[in-house]
């Protein structure tokens, strides 16, 4: 259902932000994530002189390598566009991600590696949709692999898989979480299961 209709207007700024997951031949996972930001306008720049309509204000890539357990092998990131001639100089410094595993706590484990001065705001803002996009790429292809498991983070028969109560869907309540973990369902007992059926 598309949003209502909106008020006239003009179109000033596009922020786009790709993300895609790969499975590797070597058995592990990449993650990239692309962000660009364009103006409808061009402005000068006392960095770049004139920046023309359409022409990257932001411009920056990154990639993470993780394992089955959602371990960080690896992590770079690029800059090609930017507001400052400074700014290029932060995306080596993501390389220090390597080690954290993608679990509850790791935007904080991540922020105490790139926070602040070491790092880019634009590419720690990649950071939390990486981490779901790792999710969406390595959990169904452990399924696949492991039928004994459901896709989710430790499958059905975890004592408390970490995504409950992260969305709508995975609240304890829910009939989803009625469906997959009876044993920690918190909802009445007459909730309707059909509403825990994947969209086709």
């Known amino acids: 259902m598309p949003l209502s209709q909106p ?10 932000i790709t993300l895609r997951g790969y499975e590797r031949a070597d058995g592990h996972y990449d993650i990239e994530a692309q962000l660009t930001d364009t103006k409808t306008y061009g402005f ?12 990257p204000l932001h411009g920056m890539w990154m990639r993470m390598t993780v394992d089955e357990r959602l371990n960080i ?5 690029a800059t090609d566009y930017s507001p400052y001639a400074l700014c290029p100089s932060a995306a080596p410094n993501f390389a220090s991600l390597a080690g954290l595993r993608i679990r509850p706590g790791f935007l904080k484990e991540a922020g105490s590696r790139v926070g602040g001065i070491v790092g ?5 803002e990649l950071l939390q949709q990486m981490a779901t996009t790792a999710f969406q790429t390595v959990q169904p292809a452990r399924a696949r692999r492991r039928p004994e498991t459901d896709g ?30 009876p044993h920690l369902y918190t909802g009445p007992a007459n909730e309707d299961v059909t509403a825990a ?4």
């Open 7 to 16: 008020t006239p207007r003009k179109e000033v700024h596009t922020r786009t």
């Open 73 to 77: 092998l690896e992590c770079e990131a």
């Open 44 to 55: 000068q720049s006392e960095h770049r002189g004139e920046v023309t309509p359409g022409t």
């Open 197 to 200: 059926e994947p969209v086709s």
């Open 120 to 124: 880019c705001t634009h590419l720690r």
């Open 152 to 181: 989710h983070i430790e499958g059905k028969q975890a004592e408390r898989p970490a995504i409950l109560n992260t969305c709508i869907a995975y609240g304890t309540d829910s009939p989803v979480v009625r469906k997959l973990w």
